[in-house]
């Protein structure tokens, strides 16, 4: 009987190893599969080159034409900030500096313009 029962578990442990052995080697060889088909399909067409140096060519255009007149703008800007600084402060008039009368006639001005258009 124990001869028997070490028979039987031998036999197990062949087989199923065996069988484990088969099932991993098929999922290797499914793996290879899918690896060597994917490979097939990197052929790059030479059109695809072209236009890709095509559209580097132009961005790298566009953003120098960018850089450029961001350039410009920052001079003119610092130029602005240059003169601001140059002519000094600007005074407010005050409202009380003009009379009445002169209010009236401008509005009464600017009403008749109106009414003759």
Do not use: C, W
């Amino acid at each position: 009987m124990p001869e028997e029962i070490f028979l039987l578990s031998l036999f197990g442990i062949v087989f199923g190893s065996s069988l484990v052995g088969l099932v991993l080697y098929g999922i290797y060889n499914l793996i290879m599969t899918k690896m060597n088909k994917g490979d097939r399909g990197r052929e790059i067409n030479p059109q695809f080159f072209k236009a890709l140096s095509e559209f580097k060519k132009n961005t790298e255009r566009r953003i120098g034409n960018l850089e450029a007149v961001v350039s410009d703008l920052e001079q003119e800007n610092a130029q602005l900030t240059e003169d601001v600084d140059s002519q000094g402060s600007i005074e407010m008039e005050d409202e009380e500096a003009h009379t009445p009368s002169q209010k009236n006639k401008t509005e009464g001005g600017n009403l008749r313009n109106m009414l003759n258009e």
